[in-house]
């Protein structure tokens, strides 16, 4: 694989589409199908009752966390101001998606 040059300002995805399109040689309509295609499959693996995660090997895996219900607490000590109580409203249980970045990923980044 040829060293690549550093890029200095973000990609929108029009632009995106367009250097993977020329890179690959292949039309830009298939590479953005390709793209679509792997966000059904990301939905598929992290939707409720299924998998719960998906990996895109070497690169990253997304993840869901479940998180419980939190009870209202009332007189909890305030982190901000000490020696003043504060009341902490309560919460109902959520699912948070995760992505952690994968060795190849972070190796990257050096």
Same mark, same amino acid.
């Given at each position: ?5 550093? @890029? ?11 250097? !993977?399109?020329? #890179?690959?040689? @292949? ?5 953005? &199908? %390709? *793209?679509?295609?792997?966000? #059904? !499959? +990301?939905?598929?693996? +992290?939707?409720?009752?299924? @998998?719960?995660?998906?990996?895109? $090997?070497?690169?990253?895996? +997304?993840?869901? %966390?479940?998180? $419980? &219900? ?7 000590? #305030? $982190? ?11 919460? $109902? &249980?959520? %699912?948070?998606?995760? &992505? *952690? ?10």
């Amino acid at each position: 694989m040829a060293k690549s040059t550093a @890029v200095r300002k973000a990609m929108t995805k029009t632009q995106l589409l367009a250097e !993977i399109a020329e #890179n690959t040689e @292949v039309a830009k309509k298939d590479v953005a &199908a %390709v *793209l679509d295609e792997l966000a #059904n !499959i +990301i939905d598929r693996h +992290i939707k409720k009752g299924a @998998v719960g995660h998906f990996t895109l $090997p070497g690169l990253l895996k +997304i993840k869901t %966390v479940k998180k $419980p &219900a939190r009870k209202a607490q009332s007189g909890v000590a #305030n $982190p901000f101001r000490p020696g003043e109580t504060m009341d902490v409203a309560a919460k $109902p &249980a959520s %699912v948070q998606v995760k &992505a *952690l970045a994968l060795k190849k990923l972070k190796d990257m980044a050096k």
